[in-house]
Structures are given as C-alpha cells and as structure tokens.
C-alpha cells in the first residue's frame, strides 16, 4: 500500500504519520508530483488559514494537481475547506472539487469560535463512517462547510455543517481523524481499505 501525504507549507502531518504508523504503514511525505499521482491513497491534511495555503498551493501547481487525481484522497480540517470553490477567509477561491462556499461560524448567544473540542457526529453514511466504535470526533476550526449534497456526516455546533463530505474520489472531514481516539483510528483504517 503506497500512500502519500502532500507535503506543502501547512500540512499537519506528523499526527497523521502516527496514526498510519499504528495501522503498519509508513507514508511518504512528499509534494512530487509523480509520487503524488502513482500512490494508492493521497492524504491532504492542512492546519491554518485559507488564502496563504492556496497561494502557495498555486505557486507549486498543486492547484492544478489535485483536484486532477484519480485514486482517493482525503482532506483533513483545512483540506476539507480548500476542496471547495471559495472562502469567506480573506475571499479566497479554492480547489473547487466541492462546489460550495466555505462560511465562518456566526455567534448566535455566547458560543465561542473557534469550535474547539468534542462533538458528535449524526446522519453518516458512506465506507469512511462505517462501523465507528464512537460518533464523537475532535474538532479546531473557525469556518464551515453547509450540509450540501455530498455530505457524508454531519456535525451541529451553531448551525449544522458538514462533519464529512464525499465526491467520487474525493473525501474530505472538517474534524482530525488523527486526534479522534479509536473512532478517528477507524476512520483513517476505513480510507486506507477504500478499494481494496
């Protein structure tokens, strides 16, 4: 199994090596584009803010790159966000693999943003959310994916929003499978073993 995290200025990957390590892989982090395009799973983990990543996304060609593959690939936290076409973050366009605008959270009474800790997830479906020993997952974020067609999971804090989303190839959640105990272990197991 060749599996391959991209590598780029905020990828969160050390966590995510971790939680591959305990199922028997060693990945390769990597931003070379033919290793990117040859390997069986390609994961897009991303921590920090929308307009700076997709800059130097674009500077790499990884915009181009992409939303172009072909085996799956999953976008954690802010790899969910920059699968979308735009961001109320600095007004930034994104990858466009999700046709949907990326919102910041909106206090409605005295909840804090960002949504920081655990929560739980409802209405799953597909084989990422298969068989979890627990629905609760870990979350850090300010922005938001609406439910749309492609969710896959959802998640409530303020509004409800898309926990996960999925797109033939392309999976995406908002949450951090690699700091989600058992359940986010199983859900990265579960992507691994997509297509097997």
């Known amino acids: 199994m ?3 995290i991209i590598k780029y200025n905020a990828g969160n990957t050390q966590s995510v090596i971790f939680a591959l390590n305990r199922l028997g892989i060693e990945p390769e982090v990597t931003g070379d584009f033919e290793a990117i395009r040859k390997a ?3 994961i897009f983990p991303g921590v920090g803010e929308a307009s700076s990543t997709m800059r130097y996304l674009k500077e790499l060609k990884m915009d181009q790159l992409i939303p172009e593959l072909k085996q799956p690939v999953l976008g954690i936290c802010l790899g969910q ?6 961001s109320e973050e600095n007004d930034t366009t994104c990858l466009g693999i999700f046709d949907q605008e990326v919102k910041r959270f909106i206090p409605e009474q005295k909840e804090k943003v960002p949504h920081m800790g655990w929560n739980e997830l409802f209405d799953t479906k597909g084989n990422l959310m298969k068989d979890l020993p627990d629905p609760n997952v870990y979350f ?3 922005y938001y994916v609406p439910v749309n067609e492609h969710t896959s999971a959802k998640t409530n804090y303020i509004t409800p929003f898309s926990a996960a989303m999925q797109r ?3 999976y995406a959640v908002q ?3 690699e700091k989600s105990s058992a359940q986010g ?3 990265i197991q579960n992507f691994i073993e997509l297509c097997d």
Do not use: E, G, R, Y
């Open 40 to 42: 069986d799973k390609v």
């Open 140 to 142: 850090v974020h300010s």
């Open 81 to 86: 966000q920059l699968m979308c076409a735009h």
């Open 185 to 187: 272990q199983k859900i």
């Open 168 to 170: 033939d190839n392309f």
């Open 2 to 4: 060749n599996t391959v």
């Open 175 to 177: 949450f951090h499978p």
